[in-house]
């Protein structure tokens, strides 16, 4: 900002008179005058009429004495000068809002000179002047008077706001009008802008930028407020699990594209009811509970859910519901069998090889039935190949639309599965091309008993009961007891979406080659189950598909990165960070923000990556949530204020670790060279880094307000800002901090922002890590469960020391590396 | 003495007050934020990043041996000189050493000092720390700095025969004058 020098100023205004000079110095001084006097007259003019209404409180404010004002007003009006004609100016400046925000005020007001405008504004004056290095230290100068300008113009708000003349009145005003715009919500309308304007407002007059949000507890009523009372739907994957649907489900964008889905976790509270409820009645068609309650219905109704075979929870392998390894046994013998006959007009042959084939692809008979003869790879259905049986599926897309991105891995939409050997020597001989005919000749409702019959001649003879029921979700069920196999699998396997696997489906990602490894070994594990011992060829290899494509074909999720592309992106910006030099980086304020800038952007990007952190706003918020000691974090994505049933603790590799200890040094040393430039955003940094923050915390309340505060992370700005700078128009480049917003990432990093909790998945499944551990990490608990809770045998530290190896592989084979900052090594 | 800055010294005294006000009310002042722009002399200091934890918690006795002056502008202050200290009174409120309405000593000039005085006043301060006091002693960085902080006047062979700078240092003209006066080679105070 070029200053007004008292030369130039005697000079415009001829004046000699010293005290004069310093009088109208310091009136310019206090509006903000520009050096070209560009809108002068408009803004004087303003001044006047404030002077003119209030005489003392325009004197005492700016400090200048009456008579001496009255002349500086004067002499201004009796401007004459040659080169006036930006004093006459009619139009506003260009960046005055941003640069000089009172004389832009002053200059506008001048249209709107009512002694109720003057009333406000010089409200607003008194506090802006008065608490300037505050406001503007906070970086509210701006912000503060838009808000002003804009209510006071909005005629819907004026009245209400700057009615009174008194400072606390006013805030008053505002924080009741405020609330009252809150809480009216008839017909879903909400005036956002206005709304933010009056929090900029009330913030601005109280000085206080510290935003409280109330954390009562909710009650069970208030949370179910947020689930229609009225519309049930089922829950995905469930055959009659139902659960109140919620009221308003939206997705911003940037999440659909970052890769976070709807479908992949079921809403805060789920409400289960095992059938949809009746309509209702009306009050006088409904009976008198008191007469009709039946205890051992209600008691039926409830248990019902755990005994059936179809539910998903806490399942063990002698649950009732897994075939047991002597039903496994007498069924697979009898299923192996090559006696002739007939029941129901169906051959026993094909009723065997269908029931095999339910069992072993974990379908019901509906679907088994339906599935078609495919005379190529590309189609679905069943596809004999030479000695193979190939199984084409198509299991549902967890994208809404095609990712088109090459950095990730491919995903096609059908993919082939070969049937076990075994399974194929024991059916060939009555599986030929003909095969699919004969059994859609028959209806299902023919099926459905000529199977019951079978079934009833098994269970007599054996003194066992094996019902359709169990035979179709035996796998199901036996995977999830076991959860050493991924569930995913058994999706992709009968096309279905499950509940068990719902958040799980999204994340995982497989190759043809490894898809039929994994479902293999599944079956080898059926097979010898059943056999009671080892089976005799256990080195049965996977048959490999001969494929009659060119590229390996993959399927599940759409926004995998590849390895190497992602570590091609890593390796580039590492050497980016290292080939710098000390002083080169530290000693200009551009090569230091954008040093600052490319270390945050590697720091937040392998955070994302070693954590499997959702794409969320600023991940990571607080030091303190980074519980290194334990090699863990503690991170909440995708969380409300309130609730905290996404926050959990996770393990944090090595490389990683020592990062986050290297970028607490860093953010130190950044402040200490920013101290000068940007001191608002030091003073955040230093206190980010200090350790006596929690000094100040003396009660339990406070403590808990400041977790909550940090654990939110949409609500502050965390410690990963970058400095940027964003061209406003030709001639003007204004300075904007950010915080790490998934919009921001995005135009810095190619991948989808979801990228490390894909990778990781996979990543884990590839190497066989047990299932409630994948859970651990990703946070891929079904509603009602919780972490490690009272029937597993892990704590967090167990569980984290079992991850580490693999993470730590993880990471290296990624090549991260903890790199330091230059900041902090001044000799190198 | 007849330069502007000169005029300036002589007048300084009169009116000069020190007064204790709040560190919040202070500022720095525009010249000193382009100043650290362009050439950062916190980047040269040798010691680590860490330094301010590890210095004592007189912050009474810094401020006054490397005093702040200021001018008042609007109803706050704008800092010229001290800016180590201020930025070490900050850094101390921000990690609590300091409370938030601690209040400290400065100078407070009558008048506010015309751009090139400002300028001066905040090279003259900075730059005698550099060349007299050798906070730094590389003297590829010592070059850094003189040639960020002064500009060439126009017609001029070096920045020594500029006004900014013979108004500090008149009698240093030249870059070998200045070589001998820091006994070190002018070769390594122009690398680049």
Not at chain 1, 118 to 141: C, D, P, S
Not at chain 1, 475 to 482: C, D, E, F, K, M
């Amino acid at each position: 900002m070029a200053d007004l020098s008292e030369q130039t100023l005697s000079d415009i205004f001829n004046l000699i008179d010293e005290e004069q000079l310093n009088t109208m110095a310091k009136l310019l001084e206090m509006i903000d005058c520009p050096s070209d006097l560009r809108g002068l007259r408009k803004a004087i003019a303003t001044v006047e009429y404030l002077f003119s209404l209030y005489p003392s409180r325009v004197t005492t404010l700016f400090g200048i004495d009456h008579n001496s004002l009255k002349a500086s007003l004067l002499i201004i009006h009796s401007y004459q000068h040659k080169n006036s004609s930006a004093f006459w100016k009619e139009s506003h400046g260009r960046g005055w809002k941003s640069e000089r925000p009172i004389y832009s005020l002053l200059f506008i007001f001048s249209d709107n000179r009512t002694s109720h405008a003057a009333a406000a504004l010089l409200l607003f004056l008194e506090h802006y002047l008065n608490n300037e290095t505050k406001i503007v230290g906070q970086n509210r100068a701006e912000e503060s008077v838009r808000a002003f300008r804009m209510l006071y113009t909005d005629e819907s708000t004026r009245d209400e706001c700057f009615r009174e003349s008194s400072l606390d009145r006013t805030v008053n005003n505002i924080f009741a009008m405020k609330e009252r715009l809150k809480s009216d919500d008839d017909d879903n309308y909400l005036p956002r802008a206005q709304l933010g304007y009056l929090y900029q407002l009330e913030h601005f007059y109280r000085l206080n930028w510290v935003t409280r949000g109330s954390h009562a507890r909710k009650t069970a009523k208030q949370i179910r407020g947020h689930y229609s009372r009225k519309r049930y739907e089922r829950i995905t994957g469930s055959d009659d699990l139902m659960t109140p649907s919620l009221n308003t489900q939206k997705l911003p964008r940037i999440y659909e594209e970052a890769g976070v889905t709807k479908s992949e976790d079921l809403p805060d509270v789920t409400i289960i009811k095992s059938s949809s409820p009746p309509p209702l009645l009306q009050p006088y068609e409904q009976a008198s509970t008191s007469i009709v309650k039946d205890s051992a219905l209600h008691w039926f109704n409830t248990k019902k859910v755990n005994i059936d075979i179809r539910r998903c929870h806490n399942l063990l392998p002698n649950c009732r519901t897994i075939l047991q390894p002597h039903e496994l046994k007498l069924l697979m013998r009898s299923l192996t069998n090559t006696s002739t006959g007939a029941i129901g007009g169906i051959d026993k042959k094909l009723t065997r090889a269908v029931l095999l084939i339910m069992l072993i692809t974990a379908r019901d008979l509906q679907s088994v039935l339906s599935i078609k003869q495919a005379s190529t790879q590309k189609e679905v259905g069943f596809h004999f190949d030479g000695n193979d049986i190939l199984l084409n599926v198509a299991p549902e897309p967890t994208t809404l639309s095609p990712v088109n991105n090459e950095l990730l891995l491919p995903v096609s939409s059908v993919i082939s599965i070969t049937l076990p050997e075994h399974l194929v020597t024991h059916v060939s001989p009555y599986f030929s091309d003909t095969f699919i005919e004969p059994i859609q000749q028959k209806k299902p409702v023919e099926w459905q008993d000529a199977i019951q019959r079978y079934l009833k001649d098994l269970n007599r003879k054996f003194s066992i009961q094996i019902s359709l029921t169990r035979i179709e979700h035996h796998l199901i069920n036996w995977v999830s007891a076991h959860e050493s196999y991924d569930p995913v699998l058994l999706d992709i396997l009968a096309e279905k979406t499950r509940y068990q696997s719902r958040s799980a489906k999204h994340y995982a990602y497989y190759t043809e080659t490894e898809i039929n490894d994994e479902l293999h070994a599944l079956w080898n594990a059926l097979f010898t189950e059943a056999a009671h011992q080892q089976a005799e060829n256990s080195d049965s290899l996977t048959p490999t598909i001969s494929s009659e494509l060119k590229m390996e074909r993959g399927v599940g999720s759409a926004f995998t990165p590849k390895a190497d592309a992602l570590s091609t992106w890593i390796s580039e910006k590492a050497s980016i960070l290292l080939s710098n030099k000390p002083f080169a980086v530290s000693s200009t304020l551009e090569g230091l923000v954008n040093y600052h800038n490319a270390y945050t952007l590697y720091t937040i990007i392998m955070l994302k990556s070693g954590t499997g952190y959702r794409a969320v706003y600023n991940p990571l918020p607080s030091l303190d949530l980074a519980l290194l000691r334990y090699q863990s974090i503690c991170i909440s994505d995708k969380d409300s204020k309130t609730l905290f049933n996404h926050t959990r603790v996770v393990a944090c590799p090595d490389i990683l670790k020592s990062q986050i200890l290297h970028y607490q040094a860093h953010i130190e040393a950044f402040a200490n060279l920013i101290a000068v430039n940007f001191s608002y955003f030091a003073q955040q940094y230093f206190t980010h880094s200090s350790h006596l923050q929690h000094l100040k915390l003396t009660s339990k309340t406070e403590r808990l307000e400041q977790f909550l505060a940090i654990k939110n992370s949409s609500g502050t700005d965390g410690m990963f800002l970058f400095f940027t700078e964003r061209d406003e128009h030709a001639s003007h480049i204004k300075k904007v901090v950010q915080n790490s917003s998934p919009t921001f990432l995005n135009t810095y990093f190619p991948f989808p922002l979801n990228f490390g909790r894909h990778y990781m998945r996979r990543y884990l499944q590839k190497n066989n890590i047990h299932q409630e551990l994948i859970k651990f990490q990703l946070g891929h608990w079904m509603t009602g469960e919780t972490t490690l809770e009272k029937f597993s045998e892990l704590n967090h530290v167990e569980a984290i020391q079992a991850l580490l190896p693999t993470l730590n592989g993880m990471m290296d084979e990624l090549g991260w590396r903890d790199i330091p900052s230059l900041l902090t090594r001044k000799r190198a | 003495m007849d330069t502007e800055l000169g005029k300036f010294n002589e007048k300084i005294l009169e009116g000069l007050d020190f007064r204790k006000i709040l560190i919040s009310e202070i500022v720095f002042d525009d010249v000193i934020h382009s100043l650290f722009a362009s050439a950062n002399p916190v980047a040269g200091i040798r010691t680590t990043s860490d330094s301010h934890d590890k210095d004592a918690t007189l912050y009474n006795l810094l401020a006054l041996q490397s005093p702040i002056i200021c001018y008042r502008f609007r109803k706050n202050y704008r800092a010229l000189t001290g800016t180590f200290t201020l930025a070490s009174l900050h850094h101390a409120q921000a990690k609590l050493r300091l409370k938030e309405d601690a209040k400290i000593p400065v100078f407070i000039l009558e008048k506010k000092p015309n751009e090139s005085v400002k300028k001066a006043i905040a090279l003259f301060s900075l730059t005698n720390d550099l060349l007299s006091k050798c906070f730094i002693s590389d003297a590829k960085k010592i070059g850094f700095y003189l040639r960020a902080w002064f500009s060439k006047d126009e017609g001029k062979k070096s920045l020594f025969q500029s006004a900014e700078w013979s108004a500090l240092f008149p009698h240093i003209d030249t870059a070998e004058k200045l070589a001998s006066h820091l006994s070190i080679s002018k070769t390594e105070l122009f690398r680049r």
